[in-house]
């Protein structure tokens, strides 16, 4: 059995004033991995004419080297930017998002993919290509193997025919925005050398499709960073109505896989909201256009500075590693003759005054109640009467340099018969305690961040329960308490 660990809150900062938004990035963690699969096809070439004409016949092998050898997939793991070392925070099965879509224009003819995939070299009509063999744009970006993408991505033009309008990369339960420079998102790109324009995805349907959009956002050359991996690349395309697997079009120049980093602070998201992603756009469309229904996007984005965004894949929603690991305040509240007494370790001298913020029967909208100035104590504690709501607290710590910092939150139940989850941020693999006060019966439930059942406990009159947390994926979870007097839920971060 895994050591249970001792309970601790922990501190986010939050956004005042960003020193950087869209950061070029300065270094990527890269794995090389083995390919994870090896396929071949053998196809006709895209072109009238050389390099690869459309009487010849050629045979792709994908996941390996020249002359069968094994292949190689370049998964990225992590980057710095701007100062910070960021983490990604994958959705299930590994995958950077939930869903990703491409979305064409409606009203115009473009049905074909233009595809990357780095090479090594040729042995007369056999190509190979080091990544793995996947054929839709979609699932291509939706990895985090940057040695696949798509040759000009938005381009129109009549050779191009990609005629793809917005990208969106969706995280389907949604990203809270706790520090806005510190979260943000990865885009890669051959050789860093194009425009686009992006915006958070500020709403999605039940079918998961985008239905509102935050502030358009331009991203200019001069934020890429080329420092990854220096690959070759062959265009591969297939027309979707005629072709089943892609064919071999051209051969590009060596160049490295640039990155830059999209803080949500420069997507104009701010410390307390709600977003489900980020959708890119070419550089030629406006904020008056319909970025929704694109039924008056242009039709004839060209294939340079707006439309040619060589897109890698390796694009994900990343956090810095230092927002995983925040300073300990160790905020806790208790019942005391209807009373919640909150307490919390004193953090220094650097802190001007603590701010105590109610909110009652959500964990939202919460309220300014007092504000004590720090003080020479190791520990500082705060009596508030209490009434039959359930009532939630945290605190904002303010910095003598105006830098604002907040705690978890803590809550008062209704029902003196509360329960209390330890810890709400584990690493893999270890226990998530339930205490149940008065050994009360409950139901205790472990569900995914979409709401998804997991696992369920039922309690006759046990003061604890525990779950496993062996084989679960990063990300947000929560734990539900159902009894006879009360219900609960507890956010549980798997990191």
Same mark, same amino acid.
């Given at each position: 059995?895994?050591?249970?660990?001792?309970?601790?809150?922990?501190?986010?900062?939050?956004?005042?004033?960003?020193?950087?938004?869209?950061?070029?990035?300065?270094?990527?963690?890269?794995?090389?991995?083995?390919?994870?699969?090896?396929?071949?096809?053998?196809?006709?070439?895209?072109?009238?004419?050389?390099?690869?004409?459309?009487?010849?016949?050629?045979?792709?092998?994908?996941?390996?080297?020249?002359?069968?050898?094994?292949?190689?997939?370049?998964?990225?793991?992590?980057?710095?930017?701007?100062?910070?070392?960021?983490?990604?925070?994958?959705?299930?099965?590994?995958?950077?998002?939930?869903?990703?879509?491409?979305?064409?224009?409606?009203?115009?003819?473009?049905?074909?993919?233009?595809?990357?995939?780095?090479?090594?070299?040729?042995?007369?009509?056999?190509?190979?290509?080091?990544?793995?063999?996947?054929?839709?744009?979609?699932?291509?970006?939706?990895?985090?193997?940057?040695?696949?993408?798509?040759?000009?991505?938005?381009?129109?033009?009549?050779?191009?025919?990609?005629?793809?309008?917005?990208?969106?990369?969706?995280?389907?339960?949604?990203?809270?925005?706790?520090?806005?420079?510190?979260?943000?998102?990865?885009?890669?790109?051959?050789?860093?050398?194009?425009?686009?324009?992006?915006?958070?995805?500020?709403?999605?349907?039940?079918?998961?499709?985008?239905?509102?959009?935050?502030?358009?956002?331009?991203?200019?050359?001069?934020?890429?960073?080329?420092?990854?991996?220096?690959?070759?690349?062959?265009?591969?395309?297939?027309?979707?109505?005629?072709?089943?697997?892609?064919?071999?079009?051209?051969?590009?120049?060596?160049?490295?896989?640039?990155?830059?980093?999209?803080?949500?602070?420069?997507?104009?998201?701010?410390?307390?909201?709600?977003?489900?992603?980020?959708?890119?756009?070419?550089?030629?469309?406006?904020?008056?256009?319909?970025?929704?229904?694109?039924?008056?996007?242009?039709?004839?984005?060209?294939?340079?500075?707006?439309?040619?965004?060589?897109?890698?894949?390796?694009?994900?929603?990343?956090? /810095?590693?230092?927002? @995983?690991?925040?300073?300990?305040?160790?905020?806790?509240?208790? %019942? $005391? *003759? =209807?009373? &919640?007494?909150?307490?919390?370790?004193?953090?220094?001298?650097?802190?001007?005054?603590?701010?105590?913020?109610?909110?009652?029967?959500?964990?939202?909208?919460?309220?300014?109640?007092?504000?004590?100035?720090?003080?020479?104590?190791?520990?500082?504690?705060?009596?508030?009467?209490?009434?039959?709501?359930?009532?939630?607290?945290?605190?904002?710590?303010?910095?003598?340099?105006?830098?604002?910092?907040?705690?978890?939150?803590?809550?008062?139940?209704?029902?003196?018969?509360?329960?209390?989850?330890?810890?709400?941020?584990?690493?893999?693999?270890?226990?998530?305690?339930?205490?149940?006060?008065?050994?009360?019966? /409950?139901?205790?439930? @472990?569900?995914?961040?979409?709401?998804?059942?997991?696992?369920? %406990? $039922? *309690? =006759?009159? &046990?003061?604890?329960?525990?779950?496993?947390?062996?084989?679960?994926?990063?990300?947000?979870?929560?734990?539900?308490?159902?009894?006879?007097?009360?219900?609960?839920?507890?956010?549980?971060?798997?990191?």
């Amino acid at each position: 059995m895994k050591e249970i660990i001792k309970i601790s809150i922990y501190l986010n900062i939050l956004c005042v004033g960003s020193s950087f938004c869209q950061t070029p990035v300065t270094s990527y963690t890269i794995t090389n991995n083995t390919s994870v699969s090896t396929t071949s096809n053998s196809n006709l070439g895209w072109n009238a004419s050389a390099p690869y004409d459309v009487l010849t016949t050629y045979t792709n092998f994908y996941g390996q080297a020249s002359g069968g050898g094994a292949g190689l997939e370049r998964v990225i793991t992590g980057f710095a930017a701007g100062g910070n070392t960021y983490v990604p925070v994958n959705s299930g099965g590994g995958a950077p998002f939930d869903v990703v879509w491409a979305n064409r224009h409606p009203s115009y003819g473009g049905d074909t993919l233009n595809m990357l995939y780095e090479y090594t070299t040729s042995s007369g009509n056999d190509l190979y290509h080091t990544a793995s063999y996947i054929g839709t744009l979609e699932n291509v970006i939706n990895s985090t193997v940057c040695n696949r993408g798509s040759d000009n991505l938005f381009s129109n033009s009549p050779t191009t025919r990609a005629n793809f309008e917005r990208i969106d990369l969706i995280k389907t339960g949604g990203i809270f925005c706790v520090d806005p420079t510190r979260q943000g998102f990865l885009i890669n790109e051959r050789g860093g050398n194009d425009n686009f324009k992006c915006a958070a995805i500020t709403a999605i349907n039940g079918s998961n499709i985008v239905t509102s959009l935050g502030t358009l956002t331009n991203v200019l050359s001069s934020s890429w960073g080329a420092v990854g991996p220096s690959i070759i690349t062959r265009v591969m395309s297939r027309r979707i109505s005629t072709d089943t697997y892609l064919r071999a079009k051209q051969d590009l120049t060596t160049q490295s896989v640039s990155g830059v980093f999209i803080s949500f602070s420069s997507l104009g998201i701010t410390a307390g909201t709600t977003i489900y992603g980020l959708s890119l756009f070419p550089n030629d469309v406006t904020s008056g256009m319909d970025l929704i229904g694109l039924t008056n996007v242009p039709s004839n984005t060209d294939a340079g500075a707006s439309g040619g965004l060589d897109l890698m894949a390796g694009e994900i929603y990343a956090v /810095a590693a230092s927002l @995983l690991s925040a300073t300990e305040l160790n905020f806790s509240a208790t %019942r $005391q *003759n =209807n009373k &919640a007494v909150l307490k919390w370790n004193n953090e220094g001298t650097e802190i001007a005054s603590y701010i105590i913020e109610r909110s009652l029967n959500t964990a939202n909208n919460f309220s300014a109640i007092a504000t004590i100035s720090n003080t020479d104590n190791k520990t500082i504690e705060f009596s508030d009467p209490l009434n039959n709501l359930t009532t939630y607290y945290r605190l904002q710590l303010v910095k003598k340099d105006g830098q604002k910092m907040y705690s978890n939150t803590v809550v008062i139940k209704s029902s003196a018969n509360a329960s209390a989850v330890r810890p709400t941020m584990v690493q893999n693999g270890e226990m998530i305690v339930v205490f149940l006060n008065n050994n009360q019966p /409950a139901i205790t439930s @472990l569900y995914t961040s979409g709401g998804q059942l997991i696992k369920m %406990r $039922q *309690n =006759n009159g &046990a003061s604890t329960c525990s779950f496993e947390t062996n084989g679960l994926k990063k990300g947000m979870y929560y734990i539900k308490v159902n009894t006879a007097s009360s219900a609960t839920v507890t956010p549980v971060l798997i990191q």
